[in-house]
Structure formats: C-alpha cells, structure tokens
C-alpha cells in the first residue's frame, strides 16, 4: 500500500506564497503519475498540476506561470510551490499518485483521468483572502 501525506496548507492573502508537501511511503513502482488536485466548496475536483517519473509537468492554465510541481526522489517528496496566490486558489488541495509497471510513455499523467489516480492523500487547506 502506498500513503500520501500532504502539509504545507494554510491561510495567505492576495499575492502570498505557499509551499505544499506530498510525502509517499510503502510499496512504490518506478514508473507513476503524480498530482496535485483542488476541490472548492460546490465545484468538481481539478487538476492542478501533474508530474511523472522522468519530470514531466503539465499545468492547469489558470495556475501556469504561477505554481510550479516538483519532486525529490530522495525524500519520496512531492512539492507544489505556489506564487502570487489569488482567492480562487482556495480550495481543499490533494495530492495523488498512479502508479504502474513498464515504461513512461509521453504525456501518459497529462491525459490521465482523476479516476486513474488510486492513491490520494487526505489534503491540505489553502485560503486565499483577498
């Protein structure tokens, strides 16, 4: 079994930054997709940002330029730096990994649907005030 512990969340205002954590631990495989999702009070969950295992990242378009996905493979660490956060970024954010046997094919995690993803973390809350 995989676990996802995400921290990092809080309340910021207009402009603020936060870093969020992903930490993984059990049985992993090489190859994987890794997100982050949000949920809002009301709206669907979304990606927001994806990851794979050669470091392939795909973006949102309402957060590119602004948030940046990254991992240390060391540490089994999953990070999402945000930047110059606005109040639509609040939300409950998750993260989520698939993971699989064989080969990273190109734009494998950018394609891959929420459904696909069957470990998730228990999220993280980040509050924008404007």
């Known amino acids: 079994q995989v676990r996802l512990v995400e921290s990092g969340g809080g309340s910021v205002q207009s402009g603020g930054s936060l870093r969020l954590s992903c930490a993984a631990s059990?049985?992993?495989?090489?190859?994987?997709?890794m997100g982050w999702f949000r949920q809002a009070p009301g709206k669907e969950r979304e990606g927001v940002a994806v990851i794979d295992s050669v470091g392939s990242t795909s973006y949102v378009d309402s957060v590119k330029g602004r948030f940046t996905i990254s991992q240390d493979n060391a540490k089994n660490t999953l990070y999402l730096q945000m930047n110059t956060l606005k109040p639509e970024d609040t939300a409950m954010y998750y993260c989520?990994?698939?993971?699989?046997?064989?080969?990273?094919?190109?734009?494998?995690?950018?394609?891959?649907?929420?459904?696909?993803?069957?470990?998730w973390g228990q999220g993280t809350q980040v509050t924008v005030s404007s």
């Open positions: 989520a990994a698939k993971y699989w046997v064989g080969l990273v094919v190109a734009g494998t995690c950018t394609g891959a649907a929420i459904t696909e993803y069957n470990y």
């Open positions: 059990g049985y992993t495989y090489s190859s994987y997709c």
